[in-house]
């Protein structure tokens, strides 16, 4: 049913459809709205779930950890220094296959202390072996954890899912959204089938200790789930759009891309406003487009390059940076086009919560038009 | 699609203000959209929300910089922020003051002022001007009808606090609606 | 201002910032039955109330954000919250 509910709240809910048996989380700005729904929920008798209160975010995951490997559907949510805090169990959790959802409200790290959007929180975690799916909107952030408790507890899979959206800017965000109902998701979503699970009468241990004879083989095998996890997420997309009409298959989504002579490249929620400008700019007669990515784990190479066949600039808008380098995806999307014709041009903007508007993005356009690039937008040069 | 950006401060629900006209507004049947500027939360301190009105979804996800409508919540606001900044001309601008207000309103805004605290104190006991502002905001802009904000108000304030809130809205909503 | 290494910051900053424009309710201090007992300096938040020189409590209306705990807890009345024109 289609209704008007905080970017938070709709998640909180999308959960609750999910059925998860245990719920540990600390809260942590931007995320605070979305457990305490969940509290409240168990509290009320709405989701029937464990929810452990916990001292910190390692003790959070640790928690879900355990219990996920006892069988149970686990879900968590965490944002920035939450997630830094994570960052042991987080391998942990990939290396022991445990298919537990963790929503990510993306704030920025500190120091300075900032608890505004920015992506540097999730994208620091891209080598911990999870899946990282990103929404647009908050109708993607609702739907994106259907899909992906299907994705991770599909046997093909068996790895854990970071769902991303932005902090404050769609976790606090009111907009109508379309919450399915209980037996459409309970259809869609069967309850989770283990492989393994930790049992004291049938004694076994998990994430033991491996020699280098082994090591290098479990960690090809994760890696070789990642790639498997692109085939079963498109199939599972495909799946949800014929039973909820929304389209979700796609590792990446073109908007514009037909024609186009440049194309943008962003993730999350500034693909709303890249849509806006580059309406603007079509109407001006350029012809733009944008290569939205949902999936930055696994990363869809093959698909930005089909996607971009046509296309001979591309702008990649980075919310993060590897300090040192370039922005994340600018790097990922330059591997992916290697030894093709398309000149990509790196921009690091929105950093702990910088606001972009469509003039920020049609500003991009024109630097890029002159070939000018791998910078940071935005700067306030008069404090520097 | 209209856009209106909410003045007030921390603690005189604006970001609730924010929300209710959107829900309010969806009742309606556009899309709408309410959140506010990200500041941290302490009490009095200037703060921020917005919302957006249209026929389809609203994809853009920026503040709010030109603004058909603004509300200022706190008068003394206008000597520590440019409230009135980019304010559209033929756009509408509700103030709550007893008084004059203390800085020149730009040509071509519509200003409304209305005692809301006063209103506010008068009919729920306290000085939380949000709901009282509501009535008021939809009375001048007509975005959102008085059905709608009573649909709005008692599904976030359930029983007597709703109806007072509803109350204090529907005086304004008057109010505004005999001046104009 | 320029950016200092770290985000170093010197203390006191918090003074820069008057507060006192939050208000909507002022606490007036009549003096008229005070006892000098000093309870609306313990328990004022802000810590914007101070003894004077002539033995009185006085208040910062530079910083006051007019919470009314003053008010609340003066034991013999002496505080008036008035609503602040606007």
């Not at chain 1, 975010?57 to 805090?85: H, I, M, W």
């Not at chain 2, 020149?104 to 506010?120: C, K, M, N, S």
């Not at chain 3, 909507?24 to 009549?30: H, I, L, Q, S």
């Amino acid at each position: 049913m289609m209704e008007i509910l905080e970017g938070s709240h709709a998640v909180a809910e999308a959960v609750r459809l999910c059925r998860p048996q245990v719920v540990a989380a600390y809260p942590i700005t931007p995320q605070t709205h979305i457990v305490e729904a969940l509290a409240s929920m168990v509290a009320d008798c709405k989701l029937d779930a464990e929810y452990i209160c916990v001292e910190s975010e390692f003790s959070a995951l640790s928690a879900c950890l355990g219990a996920s490997a006892a069988g149970s559907r686990v879900y968590s949510a965490t944002t920035s220094q939450g997630l830094a805090l994570m960052f042991e169990v987080c391998f942990n959790v990939a290396g022991m296959r445990q298919p537990i959802v963790m929503t990510i409200a993306n704030r920025a790290l500190g120091a300075p202390l900032n608890i505004w959007n920015d992506q540097q929180d999730s994208i620091s975690l891209r080598d911990a072996g999870w899946l990282q799916f990103y929404a647009e909107d908050n109708q993607e952030a609702t739907d994106l954890h259907f899909i992906a408790y299907r994705v991770a507890e599909d046997h093909r899979v068996l790895l854990p899912v970071m769902v991303c959206f932005d902090g404050f800017i769609l976790t606090h965000t009111y907009e109508p959204v379309d919450i399915p109902s209980q037996e459409a998701i309970d259809a869609f979503l069967p309850p989770y089938k283990p492989v393994n699970i930790l049992d004291a009468k049938n004694p076994m241990s998990l994430g033991m200790y491996a020699t280098p004879d082994y090591y290098m083989e479990f960690r090809y095998e994760i890696d070789q789930a990642q790639k498997r996890a692109k085939e079963v997420f498109a199939e599972v997309g495909a799946e949800f759009a014929k039973q909820f009409g929304r389209d979700y298959s796609g590792l990446v989504e073109g908007y514009r891309l037909e024609d186009a002579d440049m194309a943008f490249i962003a993730m999350g929620s500034i693909c709303g406003t890249v849509r806006e400008a580059i309406d603007e700019m079509r109407a001006e007669g350029k012809k733009v487009g944008l290569l939205k990515i949902r999936s930055f784990r696994p990363f869809p190479s093959e698909e930005i390059r089909a996607a971009l066949s046509g296309v001979s600039k591309v702008a990649v808008l980075d919310k993060n940076i590897s300090l040192g380098q370039k922005g994340a995806v600018a790097l990922e999307v330059r591997d992916a086009l290697y030894g093709s014709e398309i000149d990509v041009k790196g921009y690091i903007l929105a950093l702990g919560g910088r606001d972009v508007r469509q003039a920020d993005i049609k500003a991009i356009a024109g630097l890029l038009e002159k070939g000018e690039g791998d910078q940071f937008f935005g700067l306030r040069t008069e404090v520097l | 699609m209209r856009e209106l950006r909410i003045h007030g401060r921390g603690g005189q629900g604006s970001v609730t203000a924010a929300e209710l006209i959107a829900v309010a507004a969806f009742e309606d049947g556009v899309y709408s959209q309410a959140f506010p500027a990200f500041g941290v939360e302490r009490r009095g301190a200037p703060v921020q929300a917005f919302v957006r009105f249209n026929d389809e979804k609203i994809r853009l996800r920026s503040q709010v910089y030109e603004p058909d409508y603004i509300i200022v919540q706190d008068s003394s606001l206008i000597r520590d922020v440019d409230v009135f900044a980019g304010l559209k001309k033929g756009g509408i601008a509700i103030v709550n003051t007893e008084r004059s207000i203390p800085a020149a309103v730009p040509e071509g805004v519509r200003l409304i002022t209305i005692d809301a605290t006063g209103i506010a104190l008068e009919k729920l006991g306290v000085p939380i001007t949000n709901t009282t502002l509501i009535g008021a905001f939809a009375a001048a802009t007509g975005e959102i009808a008085p059905p709608a904000i009573r649909k709005a108000l008692m599904r976030r304030f359930p029983g007597k606090l709703g109806e007072k809130n509803v109350a204090a809205a529907e005086y304004a909503y008057n109010l505004v609606k005999g001046e104009a | 201002m320029g950016l200092n290494i770290g985000c170093a910051a010197a203390p006191g900053r918090a003074r820069d910032n008057k507060t006192g424009s939050w208000r909507v309710f002022k606490p007036v201090f009549k003096y008229d039955k005070c006892v000098k007992c000093g309870l609306c300096e313990v328990v004022c938040p802000e810590g914007c109330v101070r003894e004077g020189q002539d033995g009185y409590y006085h208040p910062d209306y530079n910083y006051c954000k007019g919470c009314g705990l003053c008010a609340e807890e003066c034991p013999v009345d002496d505080i008036e919250l008035v609503q602040e024109e606007k």
